[in-house]
Nanobody, 126 residues
Framework: QVQLVESGGGLVQAGGSLRLSCAAS????????MGWFRQAPGKEREFVAV????????YYADSVKGRFTISRDNAKNTVYLQMNSLKPEDTAVYYC???????????????????WGQGTQVAVSS
């Protein structure tokens, strides 16, 4: 069982930065691939980024590539999402999620994640 709690959201102007954190409980955090997803009003939840259990492999949605960076600290049971050059279209509720063993080709789908946080709101003004 893994419990996830996101923090770090807020209101920022376009071009600004935010760093989201996701703190996990449980001793098995280091065995999970960790993803970030987001959901804007009236839209489906979409993949943002994912990091392998070791932190070696990372993948990003094309819309955030080059602007966002996902990282993790297994000693602190925490995964991060550094968001730079934010745009109004990045406005959404951001969720972290843990998946416990599906192959990497399935990491892009929210259906393959076992545990979810409650979300943190990010709003980017123009």
């Amino acid at each position: 069982q893994v419990q996830l709690v996101e923090s770090g959201g807020g209101l920022v102007q376009a071009g600004g930065s935010l760093r989201l954190s996701c703190a996990a409980s449980g001793r098995t955090f280091s065995t999970y691939a960790m993803g970030w997803f987001r959901q804007a009003p009236g839209k489906e939840r979409e993949f943002v980024a994912v990091i392998s259990w070791s932190g070696v492999n990372t993948y990003y949605a094309d819309s955030v590539k080059g602007r966002f960076t996902i990282s993790r600290d297994n000693a602190k049971n925490t995964v991060y999402l550094q968001m730079n050059s934010l745009k109004p279209e990045d406005t959404a509720v951001y969720y972290c999620a843990a998946n416990g063993g599906v192959r990497p080709s399935l990491w892009y789908s929210s259906n393959n994640y076992d545990y979810w946080g409650q979300g943190t709101q990010v709003a980017v003004s123009s």
